[in-house]
């Protein structure tokens, strides 16, 4: 199957939906691009994104549909983007947005077999100046991903609550994710980390299971997206000193500063993460969510102030 067909799968599924038509299958699909354009002479920071997230499959009397779901979180942050994007169906799509998730017993490999599809494809492209002094000048980051899965539904028989056998539906799961982290601090300090993943079935849901920075990514995102409308307003005097805490965390991640980073976390009560880009997203975080007006910035600040030595 050709991967550049998924931006027609949208309007595809959306003339079927509106047809009346049965599926036995799921469709689900997301395509990004990402461009980030940074240049100190003159000074300039130029962002282009673009985001395509489709879904098709079939809604059951009860209202139940197959799970999925899909996250990208990027700061896009100068001379240290970090880029982050998930994608999950079937229990694992469950799992992943689940705090403190069971593992469900793995499934046999057994009855009808049908053909499925789960792919990705993945392009990143980075340049990074630097100037005479050896400080970073100018950072071009190109990134596109495509996300596609044509699963078929399949049918297993459950005892119902009077003991019965009934059939019930049965999607199965595939997870992919995808981490893409950049620090340009010096010629001699430049890095470039890519962590990725693609699993199907009993290992998607285990990954889902048993990553915590995938889940928290989700779980982050969807209470953010489910606060109240007039939580996102925020004085201006609250947003400014937000940003002057926010740049002190940033500016640590870009020195490499663990050690103040992880003094930071420790004081927030925040679990260890396994690199500063993890640690200072979660952080980033932690102070937006602590922060919702003077007297808790306040308190957020007294806090830190042994650590950070400043007062925010």
Do not use: W
């Not at 100068?78 to 994007?85: D, G, N, T």
């Not at 201006?236 to 640590?252: F, I, S, T």
Request: with cysteine; hydrophobic share 45%.
């Amino acid at each position: 199957m050709n991967m550049r067909t998924g931006a027609l799968i949208v309007p595809t599924a959306a003339a079927l939906l509106l047809a009346g038509c049965a599926t036995d299958r799921v469709i689900f699909v997301t395509k990004t691009s990402i461009g980030l354009d940074i240049d100190r002479t003159p000074g300039t920071v130029s962002i282009a994104y673009d985001r395509i997230d489709g879904f098709f499959g079939p809604r059951y009397d009860n209202g139940a549909v197959p799970p999925v779901v899909a996250s990208i979180n990027t700061d896009l942050a100068v001379f240290a983007p970090q880029i982050r994007q998930v994608y999950a169906t079937g229990n694992a799509a469950t799992l992943v947005v689940t705090p403190s998730p069971q593992l469900p017993q793995p499934l046999l490999l057994r009855g009808n077999r049908k053909s499925m599809f789960f792919g990705t494809s993945t392009t990143v492209g980075l340049k990074i100046g630097f100037d005479v002094t050896g400080l970073p000048e100018s950072l071009t980051l190109g990134y596109k991903r495509k996300e596609m899965s044509v699963i078929p539904v399949g049918t297993t028989k459950v005892k119902d609550a009077a003991g019965n056998d009934v059939e019930i539906d049965t999607y199965p799961s595939v997870l992919a994710s995808i981490d893409v982290r950049i620090k340009a601090a010096s010629p001699a300090d430049t890095s470039f980390g890519l962590n990725q993943f693609f699993a199907t079935g009993n290992a998607a849901e285990s990954l889902a299971a048993n990553s915590a920075a995938i889940r928290r990514s989700f779980i982050t995102l969807a209470q953010k997206a489910l606060e109240p409308a007039a939580a996102v307003v925020v004085a201006p005097e609250l947003q400014a000193r937000r940003k002057k805490m926010a740049d002190h965390v940033r500016a640590l991640r870009t020195s490499g500063d663990k050690n103040t980073l992880g003094a930071i976390a420790d004081a927030l009560n925040l679990p260890k993460q396994a690199d500063i880009p993890s640690e200072t997203a979660a952080i980033l975080d932690e102070i937006e969510q602590r922060s919702r007006d003077a007297a808790s910035m306040d308190q957020l600040s007294t806090l830190l102030k042994p650590i950070t030595r400043q007062d925010f």
